[in-house]
């Protein structure tokens, strides 16, 4: 069992600046969201949707809503450049979500009220800024939840279609945590290093969830960071000693892309015992001799006796 006062989550940002929060403070934290979302919804355990960039503030949102027995509906929050899709997008899944309450933080709280209001009109629910909660406010107890409630009710893209939503229980979540922390092989040693999404499946119940259910820490960065720097994943896997990662294949064949030889010379990767990909391996990215170095091996992707998945590798031709 874990000390409540070691560091559970870590985020690092852009600019490599990273917070820390222990499960103490999450806890604290997440009771404080609770209680204001009992009272924003009256106890009603109505779904709340979640709007926040990665980050500590959407963890507390996330287990927030677990403390106070609603389920939680995470989501990308809008993109202010597309907001013409977006926002039809966000609207529907609310509407269909049935959600009396949006959770979010007070920076983006003001815009998300005025563009949800032009698009639900008299169904616009209510808007709680989760970051300056006091947690002074948490509640001292919490309603219990049955192992069959609804914990978490996730979407599709919708890029194709309208959203579709799939409703996760608890047991459901904590079966697929264990499954996971059995499949990696996470033991008190273990720590993982991720960017994805965390917003569902692999980067939210596979980078979130599993970490906390397994007492392990978890170093996050924002998918955006990855995609401007890919190699900036490594450096913090390098940096914080994770030995469990992960991607999609994409993501290795990018790191390869962009490293140079002063880009890895620093890294050590040695510690990482797991590193899952759920596809089968893509050709490695074709490279002149001239342009060949010793950044090929050093971020091509896992290894064969490092990943969890048993896809064989594509022929190239």
Not at 256 to 269: E, K
């Amino acid at each position: 069992m874990r000390s409540p006062d070691v560091v559970a989550y870590r985020f690092v940002a852009d600019d490599e600046s990273a917070v820390e929060i222990t499960y103490a403070q999450l806890d604290a934290r997440a009771r404080a969201v609770a209680a204001r979302i009992m009272t924003a919804t009256g106890g009603r355990r109505e779904p709340a949707f979640l709007l926040f960039a990665p980050g500590l503030d959407y963890l507390a949102g996330l287990f927030g809503c677990f403390y106070a027995g609603v389920p939680a509906v995470p989501a990308f929050p809008p993109d202010p450049a597309r907001l013409a899709r977006t926002m039809p997008r966000l609207a529907a899944i609310i509407e269909d979500a049935g959600s009396d309450v949006v959770l979010t933080t007070s920076d983006i709280a003001p815009f998300v009220e005025d563009r949800l209001a032009t698009a639900l009109g008299d169904r616009t629910p209510r808007t709680v800024a989760t970051d300056v909660v006091d947690v002074s406010e948490g509640a001292a107890s919490t309603p219990l939840s049955r192992p069959d409630a609804p914990a978490l009710l996730q979407y599709t893209s919708g890029s194709t279609s309208l959203p579709r939503g799939v409703m996760l229980t608890q047991t459901q979540l904590v079966d697929n945590c264990r499954e996971i922390a059995r499949g990696f092989g996470i033991h008190q040693d273990s720590s993982g290093g991720l960017w994805l999404p965390p917003y569902h499946d692999m980067g939210l119940i596979g980078g979130i969830l599993t970490p906390l259910y397994s007492g392990i820490p978890v170093t996050l960065m924002s998918p955006v960071t990855f995609l401007r720097r890919p190699l900036s994943w490594l450096a913090m896997v390098s940096r914080y000693r994770s030995t469990i990662i992960g991607a999609p294949n994409f993501a290795y064949a990018l790191c390869v892309r962009r490293a140079t030889d002063i880009d890895v010379s620093g890294l050590d990767l040695s510690g990482v015992s797991n590193s899952p990909s759920p596809a089968p391996s893509p050709c490695a990215p074709r490279r002149s001799p001239a342009s060949s170095n010793a950044s090929d091996s050093a971020v091509s992707g896992p290894s064969r006796s490092t990943r969890a998945t048993g896809s064989r590798r594509r022929r190239c031709s």
